[in-house]
Each structure stands twice: as C-alpha cells, then as structure tokens.
C-alpha cells in the first residue's frame, strides 16, 4: 500500500507559479513511477506529467504543458513536485498524483494508487 497526499494547491493569476508536492509513505516510493494527472469540472481526468521510478529517469508531458511544467522527484524525501510555470486559465483543475507499480502510462486506470486532489485556479 502507498498512501499519497498532494499540497500547494491555491488561487494564482494568469502568467504565475505554483509548485506542487506529493508526499508518499507506506511501501518503498521509489519502486513507484508517478503521475500527475488533472480533472476541470465536466471534462475527464487528463494526463498532465510523468516520471520513472529511479532517480534521473525518465520524464513525460502532456503537449499542453510541455515547457511550462516540471515534474521532479526525491526519493530520500518520498515526494514528486509539479513545478508549473506560466499558468493559464485552462490549467484550472484539481490536480492528483498518482503511483503505478511498473512504468509511466498516460491512462489514469493503469495507476494503482491515488491521492486526494489539490485545486489549482488560475485566474484571467
């Protein structure tokens, strides 16, 4: 079992920063690759970012975000970070991480565990 909580959540204006964690404990996190995924009101829970399991692995991104956000690990902290940069009105959602037991996917049912949600609004 892997328990996730997400933090830094919060209201930012169009152009801004926000600097997202996931905190991890239970089994070892670093058996885990983790995603972030997103879900704005009506529509379904997109892929936003991605990273393997080992530290230096691996990184993937949604093409609406690529160059705005980072995703980053640390593995002696048990946490994944979403550094999100350049933030826009359609980056509004509640935002999870995610961990799956083998590799990367960008489909949220391949994902074994789950966190609770942090909302990111991002106004005009």
Same mark, same amino acid.
């Given at each position: 079992?892997?328990?996730?909580?997400?933090?830094?959540? /919060?209201?930012?204006?169009?152009?801004?920063?926000?600097?997202?964690?996931?905190? $991890?404990?239970?089994?070892?996190?670093?058996?885990?690759?983790? /995603?972030?995924?997103?879900?704005?009101? /009506?529509?379904?829970?997109?892929?936003?970012?991605?990273?393997?399991?080992?530290?230096?692995?691996?990184?993937?991104?949604?093409?609406?975000?690529?160059?705005?956000?980072?995703?980053?690990?640390?593995? $002696?902290?048990?946490?994944?970070?979403?550094?999100?940069?350049?933030?826009?009105?359609?980056?509004? $959602?509640?935002?999870?991480?995610?961990?799956?037991?083998?590799?990367?996917?960008?489909?949220?049912?391949?994902?074994?565990?789950?966190?609770?949600?942090?909302?990111?609004?991002?106004?005009?």
């Amino acid at each position: 079992q892997v328990q996730l909580v997400e933090s830094g959540g /919060g209201l930012v204006q169009a152009g801004g920063s926000l600097r997202l964690s996931c905190a $991890a404990s239970g089994r070892p996190f670093n058996d885990y690759a983790v /995603g972030w995924f997103r879900q704005a009101p /009506g529509k379904e829970r997109e892929f936003v970012a991605g990273i393997s399991s080992w530290s230096g692995g691996g990184t993937y991104y949604a093409d609406s975000v690529k160059g705005r956000f980072t995703i980053s690990r640390d593995n $002696a902290r048990n946490s994944v970070y979403l550094q999100m940069n350049s933030l826009k009105p359609e980056d509004t $959602a509640v935002y999870y991480c995610a961990a799956a037991f083998s590799r990367v996917f960008t489909t949220a049912r391949n994902y074994n565990y789950w966190g609770q949600g942090t909302q990111v609004t991002v106004s005009s």
